[in-house]
């Protein structure tokens, strides 16, 4: 495996953002679990509470966050 270059992170953390925003356009309360959940580490009953939800909701909404953002991102040009 070849070392990472220093560009691949910003890249790879570039490539989340935009696929996030376009999964936004899809489901914006999903999106915003996302963020709530990886970026805030916010627990699925937090976040629950703020979007005023249900925790299967929310790990739902999160369930489908993952399986759109893993195949959109593995479709970006340059990934394998």
Known sequence: QAPARPGDAREQVL???QSLQ???GFDPRAAHAVELA???GMTHDEIACLLE?????????????RAWLK??????PGRP
């Open 38 to 40: 990886y970026f805030g």
């Open 22 to 24: 376009r999964f936004a």
């Open 15 to 17: 490539a989340l953002h």
């Open 71 to 76: 195949r959109e991102l593995s479709a970006e």
């Open 53 to 65: 939800v249900s925790v299967p909701t929310v790990e739902r909404d999160l369930r489908i966050a």
